[in-house]
């Protein structure tokens, strides 16, 4: 935290949160109001050098109240419960800091400004309400000095959004679904850190900019209350799934952590049609996606790829760097025109030939992916000194 300007100092602290893609889904709240899931989730934390949310928290008696929040550039709500219940809980462990020391600065009664920035687009099933969580809490705690590590700081955001509770670390995360009522146990906990699986990337193919017609939010609790698969997905499905998840990592075998990718996915999606009325996160781009990673997988005679799908269409495929031509190579020579393949990571993969029988699902891709990420394995959240607030308290352009 810095202080900036003299008789009525701003305050300021700046980070950046990454997104993460759950491998193993979460899907389902047994306690919608404290949003504690039925079933434990894993995730793998995405490069922020690609994907990332810029956040600066800051606070002033020369603010005004309320609280408030800017996205984007745009103004954002802060009034609901659930940003309600992530300010009042880093308040509260500010002040108990501030109750045991009487010196230091009252900021936990005085008016926060946040400003955040996505370099990627907003509520497109990008996760970004998980990495836009995991910075705003970062970055507070960081303003406040508080001396709470990340797991315990990830309970507070799950209150935010669920899933971002996993983007508070880097690596390969789990979020347990613990026990306990008052959800004391329902927390990140770090499966495994960059460093172990580094080699780990993903294609991500943008199948769709539009905001996604069912919430998550929304699509679980309707999933909950009428799915008859749903029971046997948290009881049974996801426990075995994560048993076998965490070896595989642990293992660095990819051939099980793709199978169970894709076994996850396509369970958490059949939930989803089971659900009355049904929903439809995947379209016709998704399944000509899911097709072309089956058939490369048939060519390489064993698994390279693993597709996995959030609450939208988009694909993200899994792969390690070493396959990258096998893997990449003929969506780049289908979507080569599309944006996306300038960076490091797509300009070094060549073109490589479209098999046959990949030949219609291409052309289906081509006409519905927008744009193509490229990205990796990446690390937590990072304190930066690249504020989004000016010395004078203003947004900084
Ligand atoms: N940088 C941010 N800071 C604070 N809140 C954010 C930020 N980015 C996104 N959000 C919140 O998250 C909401 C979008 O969440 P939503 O769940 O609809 O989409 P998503 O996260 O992209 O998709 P999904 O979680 O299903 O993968 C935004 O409307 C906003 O309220
Ligand atoms: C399909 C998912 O991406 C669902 C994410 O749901 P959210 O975390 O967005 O839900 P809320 O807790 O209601 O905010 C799977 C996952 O990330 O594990």
Redesign the pocket.
Known sequence: MEAAGAEKPIYRASTTAPVNI?VI???GKRDPKL?LPTNS?L?VSLDQADLRTHTTASCSSSYSSPDTLTLNSKPESLEGARPQACLSSLRALRSELEEKDPSLPKLSTLPLRIVSSNNFPTAAGL?S??AGFAALIRAIADLYELPQDPTTLSLIARQG????CRSLLGGYVAWDHGTEADGSDSKARLVAPKSHWPSMRALILVASHEKKDVS??AG?QTTVQTSQLFKTRAEVVVPAAMEAMEKAIAEKDFESFAKVTMRDSDSFHATCLDTTPPIFYMNDTSRAAIRAVENLNKRAGKIIAAYTF??GPNAVIYYLHENREAVVGPFKRALGEKEGWLGQQGAAIGYAEIAQEDEIVMAKLKSGVSRVILTGVGEGPVSVQEHLVDEQGNPAD
């Open positions: 759950a889904k979460y899907w949003n989730s995730s996760a309400s998980a959004s669920g899933s971002a998550s939010t679980m959030d609450a």
